[in-house]
């Protein structure tokens, strides 16, 4: 910014010593041409165009400047560009890395309903056992059986339990 308000400032004096200096040349040049012999009109007219060099000097100067402002810009705003299409080219990458995380893990809620089926069933079982075990021993009891005879299925049921424990551990 502070380069556009000193060649804005600029441009304004170089205006203003243009209209200042075009402000009497009509006069001075109709004089100049009635008299070109004379040396007072001669050096008038000399000196404005002069002034009139140093103005377009000035402009020409300023001009430049200004292109070598552009040009410099004009290099950083590729670099930006390039910069900003990394960075978007970028955000996209991140943004289906993001899709494929959030559809490949399994939310909180779902983990949470999988253990719940899971305890639901090892409750089923244990209540299965529970009963199964209530009317074993019912059962058992209603026969009236001896030590002997009583030794016999809980043996059965330790070694099946011992053989269902081996097949399935692993």
Same mark, same amino acid.
């Given at each position: 910014m502070n380069l556009l308000?000193?060649?804005? &400032? $600029? /441009?304004?004096?170089?205006?203003n010593r243009f209209f200042y200096i075009m402000e009497n040349f009509i006069p001075? %040049?109709?004089? %100049?041409?009635?008299?070109?012999?004379?040396?007072?009109? $001669?050096? &008038?007219?000399?000196?404005?165009?002069?002034?009139?060099?140093? /103005?377009?000097s000035d402009a020409h100067v300023l001009q430049n400047q200004l292109q070598?402002?552009?040009?410099?810009n004009?290099?950083?705003?590729?670099?930006?560009?390039?910069?900003i299409a990394l960075l978007k080219q970028e955000n996209k990458d991140?943004?289906?890395?993001?899709?494929? @995380?959030?559809?490949q893990t399994v939310t909180s &809620?779902? @983990?949470?309903?999988?253990? @719940?089926?899971? %305890?639901?069933k090892q409750l089923l079982i244990i209540l299965l056992l529970f009963i199964g075990i209530v009317y074993g021993i019912r059962l058992l009891t209603g026969l009236h059986m001896s030590w002997l005879q009583l030794a016999v299925p809980i043996s059965l049921f330790i070694i099946m339990k011992w053989i269902y424990g081996f097949m399935f551990r692993g």
């Open positions: 308000t000193t060649s804005k &400032e $600029k /441009i304004e004096e170089l205006n001075k %040049y109709i004089n %100049y041409l009635r008299d070109p012999k004379d040396n007072n009109n $001669k050096s &008038e007219i000399t000196r404005i165009n002069g002034v009139i060099t140093n /103005i377009n070598v402002a552009i040009d410099n004009d290099k950083k705003l590729v670099q930006l560009n390039a910069d991140m943004k289906s890395k993001v899709n494929e @995380l959030s559809s &809620e779902g @983990l949470f309903d999988t253990e @719940l089926d899971w %305890y639901k």
